[in-house]
């Protein structure tokens, strides 16, 4: 099992940046590919950056990418969330998600098995 707690969403305004981060517990939460997700009011659930286990591969939706960075702090156990230029478009509940080590390029693609319980990101025009 792994357990997903994020935070630092908040309300902010376009042009901005946050960082969201997520703690990572569990047996094999170190070993694990983990990946941000977004859904955002009457919009299905949408991928938004991934990375592997090593913290080396990362994956990004066409939408963030260059705007967004995904990074992972395997010592503390955390992956982070860094988003720049913040558009009225990013707001969503973001959420953390988990899943057992595959090949980098299903980051994008794969099913993961763990998730946090969100935390709402508000940008304002």
């Known amino acids: 099992q792994v357990q997903l707690v994020e935070s630092g969403g908040g309300l902010v305004q376009a042009g901005d940046s946050l960082r969201l981060s997520c703690a990572a517990s569990?047996?094999?939460?170190?070993?694990?590919?983990m990946a941000w997700f977004r859904q955002a009011p009457g919009k299905q659930r949408e991928f938004v950056a991934g990375i592997n286990s090593s913290g080396i591969r990362k994956v990004y939706a066409d939408s963030v990418n260059g705007r967004f960075t995904i990074s992972r702090d395997i010592a503390k156990n955390t992956v982070g969330l860094q988003m720049n230029s913040l558009k009225p478009e990013d707001t969503a509940v973001y959420y953390c998600?988990?899943?057992?080590?595959?090949?980098?390029?299903?980051?994008?693609?794969?099913?993961?098995?763990?998730w946090g319980q969100g935390t709402q990101v508000t940008v304002s025009s």
């Open positions: 998600a988990a899943g057992p080590p595959k090949t980098y390029y299903v980051l994008k693609t794969r099913t993961y098995d763990y």
């Open positions: 569990g047996r094999t939460s170190s070993s694990a590919d």
